[in-house]
């Protein structure tokens, strides 16, 4: 099999791990990033405003638990997607935005949002 056929069967065959699940494969890390049940719906409604609050948040993203929320978006604040600004006030008062890198992920994210309601209707 040639380089070129080894890159069409698996776009992750050039890296470390040539594995499709592998951790050297970018598709894998993107998964790893906004994978899982809530992280796209998150960056999604970040992405309708320039700043949201917790509490606003949890509005948005329908059945979404305090748990999951939480611990979602300490995940994106770790992988660079959102950014957690906290103000000197009482109550704490914490607003949620997206990075410039999470905003260049939107229009692919709403890419496949159209995908989904052309494709997966019914």
Excluded: F, H
Excluded at 109 to 114: C, D, Q, S, T
């Amino acid at each position: 099999m040639t380089t070129d056929q080894q890159k069409a069967v698996s776009p992750c065959l050039g890296s470390a791990d040539p594995s499709i699940t592998g951790s050297g494969c970018a598709l894998r890390r993107v998964l790893d990033a906004i994978g899982g049940k809530w992280k796209i719906l998150l960056l999604v409604a970040l992405s309708q405003s320039e700043e949201l609050r917790y509490g606003e948040l949890k509005r948005l993203v329908y059945g979404i638990t305090n748990t999951m929320l939480a611990s979602s978006l300490k995940e994106l604040e770790t992988d660079g997607l959102v950014k957690r600004r906290q103000y000197p006030e009482m109550p704490v008062r914490v607003e949620y935005s997206l990075t410039p890198r999470a905003q260049s992920l939107i229009p692919i994210l709403m890419e496949l949002r159209e995908w989904g309601e052309a494709s997966l209707q019914g």
